[in-house]
């Protein structure tokens, strides 16, 4: 393979540079009284390296839910992540790690 040619992922980015966090199609479901609410449903979502997002939306339309989702914090139940797919680059260690920090735990 010649230096101008280089191995290509679906989204056109050279293999091996993934986003930092792909979300696709990620459902996020709550069982009430009332029945099933879908406060997340079919979210699509890509953050690359050195990107900055911000999600913006009207009051209960599912951005809190988005982010519980991707963090694996709903809780369950009444909640349940239905279906999608969250594909992230972050090691766990590290990001168990930043959240001691946070706390003010010293790392192990």
Partial sequence: ???????MDLDDKPA???ALLDIRGLKTHFATDDGIVHA??????TVERGETVCV???SGCGKTVT???????????PGRIVGGQILDDL?????????SDRRGHRPA
């Fill in 1 to 7: 393979m010649s230096r101008e040619t280089r191995a």
């Fill in 91 to 99: 090691a766990q260690p590290r990001l168990h790690h930043r959240r």
């Fill in 16 to 18: 091996g540079e993934a």
């Fill in 40 to 45: 997340v449903d079919g979210v699509d979502l």
């Fill in 56 to 58: 913006v939306g009207e």
């Fill in 67 to 77: 982010a519980l989702s991707v963090l694996k914090l709903i809780a369950m139940p």
